[in-house]
């Protein structure tokens, strides 16, 4: 099990480019989340997915902001435009869904974005 | 508004000793509870969780503890160890609640320091 895999570790990038963060979760894990860490508010969720369907996007600060999950191994989160208050480490993660209803999520090492 | 709160940035303790974090909640609906651990460029990683049926859930070295009336909670780790130095965040969540499906409210979590 190689567990949630995140990429790019790093991302700078000036303000106004497009940003697109990639992650691969846990292979037969049901649902995947998007989280943001700054140290003003701590870890956010921003939107999570169960089954490749989007089920609660209200954590997702503006219409900058979209994710996609085009497959049950594969979502993207992206920033159009960026700006640099969206500078934060960006954490994907899944869980298994089913009879292990809570268990516990499995986090990937997050993407530091950096927007000058 | 945080619903979950760790009044304590941080915490240092000595070697051997017990290590003792707090986390509040204001909502009465959240019935799971669970700590993560945090190493540095790295995700949170699940350590020990609760469910609002007990008051105590034990792991090894780490013990929670659950007061539903005060609505707080502690994660208790006897004896300390420096491999335990690490951000500590407490989450909750809300056991079949439409379509949270357990997704997670965090703390701003807090950094233990254990000096040899």
């Known amino acids: 099990d190689a567990g949630v895999i995140q990429s790019p570790r790093h991302e700078v990038t000036e303000m106004g480019q497009e940003v697109t963060l990639r992650c691969k979760p846990i292979?037969?894990?049901?649902?995947l989340f998007w989280y943001r860490q700054t140290m003003m508010r701590g870890l956010e969720l921003l939107i999570y997915?169960?089954?490749?369907?989007?089920?609660?996007d209200s954590g997702m600060p503006e219409d900058r902001f979209s994710a996609k999950m085009p497959n049950a191994s594969f979502s993207t989160l992206k920033i159009q435009p960026s700006e640099p208050r969206d500078s934060a480490v960006y954490f994907c993660?899944?869980?298994?869904?089913?009879?292990?209803?809570?268990?516990?999520?499995?986090f990937g090492n997050g993407t530091r974005l950096t927007v000058t | 508004d945080q619903q979950v709160k760790q009044n304590s940035p941080s915490l240092s303790v000595q070697e051997g000793r017990i290590s003792i974090l707090n986390c509040d909640y204001t909502?009465?609906?959240?019935?799971?509870f669970l700590w993560y651990k945090k190493y540095p460029a790295e995700g949170p990683t699940f350590l020990i969780s609760?469910?609002?049926i007990k008051d105590k859930n034990e792991d090894g070295r780490f013990t929670v503890f659950l007061n539903k009336s005060a609505k707080h909670l502690s994660l208790h780790i006897v004896p300390s160890q420096p491999g335990d130095s690490a951000v500590y965040f407490c989450?909750?969540?809300?056991w079949g609640y439409g379509g949270s499906q357990g997704n997670l409210i965090f703390g701003k979590g807090t950094k233990l320091s254990v000096k040899p």
């Open positions: 993660a899944s869980r298994a869904g089913g009879s292990s209803y809570n268990s516990p999520l499995h």
């Open positions: 292979s037969g894990h049901d649902y």
């Open positions: 997915f169960n089954n490749n369907v989007p089920i609660d």
């Open positions: 909502n009465s609906m959240f019935d799971y």
């Open positions: 609760i469910s609002s």
């Open positions: 989450a909750a969540s809300r």
